[in-house]
Each structure stands twice: as C-alpha cells, then as structure tokens.
C-alpha cells in the first residue's frame, strides 16, 4: 500500500516562503510522477504541480508559474515544493499525489495515491 506523508505546512506572511515535502512509501518511487493539488474552503481540488519520474520535466499553474518550484529526490523517495512570494491566495490545504503508471498530468482523475494534506495559510 503507498503511503504519502506531507509536512512544511503552516504560517506564513505574505511574500514569505515555504517548503513542503512528501515522503512516499510502498511501491518504486522513482517509477512514477509526482504532483501537487491544493482545496481552499468551498472550492474544488486543482492543480498546482507536477513532475515526471525522473525530476526532468515539470509543469506548473498559471497562478504559481514563477514562484513555486518541484522537486524531487529519488534517493529519498520524497517530493518537494519550494513557495515563495506567497500570497494570501495561496492560502489552502495541499496535497501531494502519486500518478497511475505512465501518466504525467494535471488531472485529478491521472493520480490514484494522496497524501493526507498540509495546511497552508498566507496572511496579509
């Protein structure tokens, strides 16, 4: 069974930084995409970023481009996204995602493991 564990959430000013990591467990890796998700009260999961199996692709959100930035470390078996210039509108719940075998998207329905989620919250 995959298990994703997130940390690195909490509180932060805006134009601050933060890093979040999702450590994964229970099938190889190094095999498959990563992203990250974020759900802000009443509003639908969407897509923040993602990453192919070997850290040399990665595709961002319009909202983030530029200030957010995914990792990865095979060796560790964890994902990163490093925020900065965050603004209050980043505040949210983010998750960390594990994509089916082959895919590499920006679709909810391409990812078949999360994590529990981290909270994020940017004050003005």
């Known amino acids: 069974q995959v298990q994703l564990v997130e940390s690195g959430g909490g509180l932060v000013q805006a134009g601050g930084s933060l890093r979040l990591s999702c450590a994964a467990s229970g099938r190889a890796f190094s095999s498959y995409a990563m992203g990250w998700f974020r759900q802000a009260p009443g509003k639908e999961r969407e897509f923040v970023a993602t990453i192919d199996w070997a850290g040399r692709r990665s595709y961002y959100a319009d909202s983030v481009q530029g200030r957010f930035t995914i990792s990865r470390d095979n060796a560790k078996n964890t994902v990163y996204l490093q925020m900065n210039s965050l603004k209050p509108e980043d505040t949210s719940v983010y998750y960390c995602?594990?994509?089916?075998?082959?895919?590499?998207?920006?679709?909810?329905?391409?990812?078949?493991?999360w994590g529990q989620g981290t909270q994020v919250t940017v004050s003005s």
């Open positions: 995602a594990q994509a089916k075998p082959a895919y590499y998207g920006i679709s909810r329905h391409e990812y078949d493991f």
